[in-house]
């Protein structure tokens, strides 16, 4: 990639620096969603002899970071899913493992794959792995119904005008055999937004974007395998920290880490013990201050959880 590919400001930042005393000699840390290498910077920076372990499904994130940094041994990079990629450790082995989700603001700025509806020149591709599965505009066509396609945009964003989009989108994609742009969907979902509700069109073009993205990478699915593998490869004392950036994906998190800390019978007297501690009662949020200087940064919210 030759364009100017550096526009990542890493979300809650701070908020994660915060645990670094978590951090010692020989530490092993895992970078789920390594993207511009925000988190992992920071982790390489801190004055320790720690070990990164980072992954992301983006090839183009890995080779802009290797081209733009010099090697270090500290930090292994490799182009994988963070559910795979954390399977390959042994049990009890991270200090910290950090999950920052969605895309990057490089991805959103420079990929060319239409992750923002306001890319009308971009293909609707979406895809963070561009050598796995079909772009969005050929998945759509595989599916056999509208009906399908108005479930998938209402379960991956709860929007309410899920069957009358589908239903416009699914006919018009299934109509046209060729490459589809971003400015052809955004024509077909005004189409299906009855005026009065007009008003909503951006919120409406943002959700069905992501219920489309959500899909398109199978994020859900990947995001609870990772969070239950996860859970054992953390040291005693080890944290997950996970960032999420919309309502579904924080829900996703939030159940997963309130089951995960409940107490468990241990033995047949009915004792129980809890094995992980939710550090976060409230998420973190950014302050105003990081949301003035980066507008992504307004819906993230950063839960952690410590393993006992
Ligand atoms: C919000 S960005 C991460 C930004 C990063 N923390 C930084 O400071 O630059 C999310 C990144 O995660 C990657 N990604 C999304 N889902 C993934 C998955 N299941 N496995 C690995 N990487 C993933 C995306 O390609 C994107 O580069």
Same mark, same amino acid.
């Given at each position: 990639?030759?364009?100017?590919?550096?526009?990542?400001?890493?979300?809650?930042?701070?908020?994660?620096?915060?645990y670094?005393?978590?951090?010692?000699d020989?530490?092993?840390i895992?970078?789920?969603?390594?993207g511009g290498?925000?988190?992992s910077?920071? @982790?390489?920076?801190?004055?320790?002899?720690?070990?990164?372990?980072?992954?992301?499904?983006?090839?183009?994130?890995?080779?802009?970071y290797?081209?733009?940094?010099?090697?270090?041994?500290?930090?292994q990079?490799?182009?994988?899913n963070?559910?795979?990629?954390?399977?390959? @450790?042994?049990?009890?082995?991270?200090?910290?493992?950090?999950?920052?989700?969605?895309?990057?603001?490089?991805?959103?700025?420079?990929?060319?794959?239409?992750?923002?509806?306001?890319?009308?020149?971009?293909?609707?591709?979406?895809?963070?792995?561009?050598?796995?599965?079909?772009?969005?505009?050929q998945? !759509?066509?595989l599916?056999?119904?509208?009906?399908?396609?108005?479930?998938?945009? @209402?379960?991956?964003?709860?929007?309410?005008?899920?069957?009358?989009?589908?239903?416009?989108?699914?006919?018009?994609?299934?109509?046209?055999?060729?490459v589809?742009?971003?400015?052809?969907?955004?024509?077909?979902?005004?189409?299906?937004?009855?005026?009065?509700?007009?008003?909503?069109?951006?919120?409406?073009?943002?959700?069905?974007?992501?219920?489309?993205?959500?899909?398109?990478?199978?994020?859900?699915?990947?995001?609870?395998?990772?969070?239950?593998t996860?859970?054992d490869?953390?040291?005693?004392?080890?944290?997950?920290?996970?960032?999420?950036?919309?309502?579904?994906?924080?829900?996703?998190?939030?159940?997963?880490?309130?089951?995960?800390?409940?107490?468990?019978?241990?033995?047949?007297?009915?004792?129980?013990?809890?094995? @992980?501690?939710?550090?976060?009662?409230?998420?973190?949020?950014?302050s105003?201050?990081?949301?003035?200087?980066? !507008?992504?940064?307004?819906?993230?919210?950063?839960?952690?959880i410590?393993?006992?």
């Amino acid at each position: 990639m030759n364009i100017a590919f550096n526009n990542h400001k890493p979300v809650l930042l701070e908020a994660i620096s915060k645990y670094e005393s978590l951090i010692s000699d020989g530490s092993n840390i895992f970078d789920g969603t390594f993207g511009g290498g925000g988190y992992s910077d920071y @982790f390489l920076k801190s004055k320790t002899d720690v070990h990164i372990y980072a992954c992301d499904l983006d090839q183009n994130a890995i080779d802009y970071y290797i081209s733009n940094n010099s090697k270090s041994n500290k930090l292994q990079l490799v182009k994988s899913n963070f559910e795979d990629y954390i399977s390959f @450790f042994n049990s009890s082995f991270f200090d910290i493992i950090v999950a920052d989700l969605g895309y990057s603001s490089n991805q959103l700025d420079f990929s060319n794959r239409g992750f923002s509806y306001l890319k009308g020149d971009e293909v609707l591709d979406l895809r963070y792995n561009t050598d796995d599965d079909l772009p969005a505009y050929q998945k !759509i066509r595989l599916l056999k119904t509208d009906r399908e396609l108005s479930k998938v945009i @209402f379960q991956y964003s709860g929007e309410t005008f899920s069957s009358r989009i589908g239903k416009n989108l699914f006919a018009f994609i299934s109509a046209n055999n060729q490459v589809i742009y971003v400015s052809e969907i955004v024509k077909s979902i005004e189409a299906s937004i009855p005026k009065k509700f007009m008003h909503k069109r951006n919120a409406i073009l943002s959700r069905v974007w992501q219920a489309l993205r959500v899909w398109v990478n199978n994020e859900f699915d990947s995001l609870e395998n990772f969070l239950v593998t996860s859970l054992d490869k953390l040291k005693p004392s080890g944290m997950l920290m996970v960032t999420c950036f919309n309502s579904l994906e924080d829900k996703i998190v939030t159940k997963f880490m309130r089951n995960a800390s409940k107490k468990d019978i241990v033995d047949d007297f009915g004792n129980t013990e809890q094995f @992980f501690e939710i550090i976060t009662k409230k998420p973190i949020t950014p302050s105003d201050l990081e949301i003035q200087n980066n !507008i992504r940064s307004r819906s993230a919210t950063l839960r952690i959880i410590k393993k006992i």
